[in-house]
């Protein structure tokens, strides 16, 4: 682990984005994941159609099963925003290249899927 001292930034770190950036890359984009970090439960009341769930709380220091390649285009979001700007950092410090946060699902207009 490398010393990075006190105040200086790390220099891997997640894009944030607006809800409407995010539909535009969703439409430009091909080979990304849509990343809901909330709880399962908060995930089958509706989640952004083909999003995948992991939840903030289990994302730590070990390697994540669902997300393979780091380097892939990782779009992150949760409720309101919060959550997902800690899951972004968390998968930033694991190796994570292409993490772009965009928010909470309450700014979502587009179609909701319900159900797992």
Same mark, same amino acid.
Request: proline share 3%; no cysteine.
């Given at each position: 682990m490398r010393d990075t001292g /006190?105040?200086?930034? @790390?220099?891997?770190?997640y894009r944030?984005?607006?809800?409407d950036e995010a539909v535009?890359?969703?439409a430009q984009e091909s080979d990304y994941i849509i990343l809901d970090v909330r709880r399962p439960d908060e995930f089958a009341e509706g989640h952004i159609p083909n999003a995948i769930n992991v939840p903030n709380e289990i994302i730590g220091t070990a390697e994540i099963p669902a997300l393979? &390649?780091? &380097?892939?285009?990782? @779009?992150?979001?949760c409720r309101s925003g919060?959550?997902?700007?800690? /899951?972004?950092?968390k998968l930033v410090e694991l190796g994570y290249t292409n993490i772009v946060e965009f928010g909470g699902i309450? &700014?979502?207009t587009g179609e909701v899927v319900k159900g797992e």
């Open positions: /006190a105040n200086e930034k @790390m220099t891997n770190t944030q984005i607006s809800m535009t890359m969703m393979p &390649d780091k &380097d892939q285009l990782i @779009m992150v979001y919060r959550r997902s700007k800690g /899951a972004s950092e309450l &700014d979502w």
